[in-house]
């Protein structure tokens, strides 16, 4: 009997990538917009979404059946707490990873997960001839989605690493690699008088303006355009990597901190933010993020072990970490 249980266990393990599929559809169609007012049946959220009604009803039917969705004896769907986070204007959004995650050229180079097992080398390369990042910038329209799941992603761990650094020991902090710097906007609406750099390529920085005045941060945050592997904005406090050191193998992220720490002024400190591998709560996250990062930009997930040794090779010393209510760990190097 335990055996049987076990084997549907991993039955459902196996599944996971139709389920995986069946929510990026929904959030490609909209379908939680379609339904934030109320519950609606099968067949007007097909005409609204633009979907054969049969075909859609079989979607909607399966999110029910795994709580994204909830189903009423009328074919009438409503959205379960699950599927609340769908929603464009979820206070925690999922809606643009789980477009990301369905994007074909994402899903197949996933399917070359064996081939990096077997081989040691990036999926991502094999499968499409280039590095991911090239490959977006090649491709505007997949950049754009990336961007997006980015930015949302990190409206779910912002606050719980606003509340770790604290600030207040800070006079000017730069956000290394910080996108569209939803992270700097919330760290700078926490600290009234912080005030900040972003930096990153120029491309994404452009990109990154308007979002900062949007936010009311602008007049003290300084967008700079430029790259992390030969220079990054010398004199400020703090140097915030979140989310950067693990796309990159260990010799590229000797290198960006190596950056970093010539950059650093006597006192300065680097925050290196990621998820550690260990066998904790988080165990599951970080060991299937580091498969992520096997097959998409190259890099890994590591110990604390792992993590205080690059820190040594760059001229840094691991000082302290602080972990975050969003299972995160903020890793503060000081100089060596």
Aim: charged fraction near 20%; include cysteine; hydrophobic fraction near 45%.
């Amino acid at each position: 009997m335990e055996s049987g249980r076990a084997a549907l266990d991993l039955y459902r393990l196996i599944d996971g990538y139709k389920v995986t599929q069946a929510i990026h559809v929904a959030a490609v169609l909209g379908i939680a917009d379609h339904i934030a007012a109320g519950a609606c049946t099968s067949e007007a959220i097909a005409d609204a979404a633009g979907a054969d009604p049969d075909a859609l009803y079989r979607l909607l039917r399966a999110l029910a059946s795994i709580g994204v969705l909830h189903e009423d004896e009328h074919r009438c769907f409503s959205l379960a707490p699950m599927g609340e986070s769908l929603r464009s204007d979820a206070a925690h959004p999922l809606r643009p990873f789980a477009i990301l995650t369905g994007q074909d050229y994402y899903w197949r180079t996933w399917g070359q997960l064996l081939h990096s097992v077997r081989t040691g080398e990036n999926a991502f390369r094999a499968v499409h001839g280039v590095g991911s990042w090239t490959y977006r910038e090649q491709h505007p329209d997949q950049n754009a989605i990336f961007n997006a799941a980015m930015t949302a992603n990190s409206r779910l761990v912002n606050a719980s690493i606003v509340d770790a650094i604290g600030g207040e020991a800070y006079a000017r902090i730069a956000d290394i690699g910080g996108g569209q710097g939803a992270l700097l906007t919330d760290l700078l609406h926490a600290r009234p008088t912080l005030r900040a750099v972003l930096f990153d390529r120029p491309s994404v920085v452009a990109e990154a303006v308007p979002l900062l005045a949007a936010g009311g941060v602008a007049d003290r945050c300084d967008a700079v355009g430029g790259d992390m592997f030969d220079a990054v904005p010398a004199g400020c406090d703090a140097y915030v990597l979140k989310f950067i050191v693990h796309d990159w193998d260990d010799g590229d992220a000797v290198r960006i901190l190596g950056v970093c720490r010539r950059a650093m002024a006597p006192g300065a400190e680097v925050l290196v933010i990621e998820r550690i591998v260990g066998r904790g709560p988080d165990a599951l996250r970080s060991t299937l993020s580091d498969l992520n990062m096997l097959v998409g930009p190259g890099g890994r997930e590591r110990t604390l072990d792992e993590y205080a040794t690059l820190f040594e090779a760059a001229g840094l010393r691991l000082d302290r970490v602080m972990p975050t209510a969003s299972g995160l760990s903020v890793m503060v190097g000081a100089a060596a």
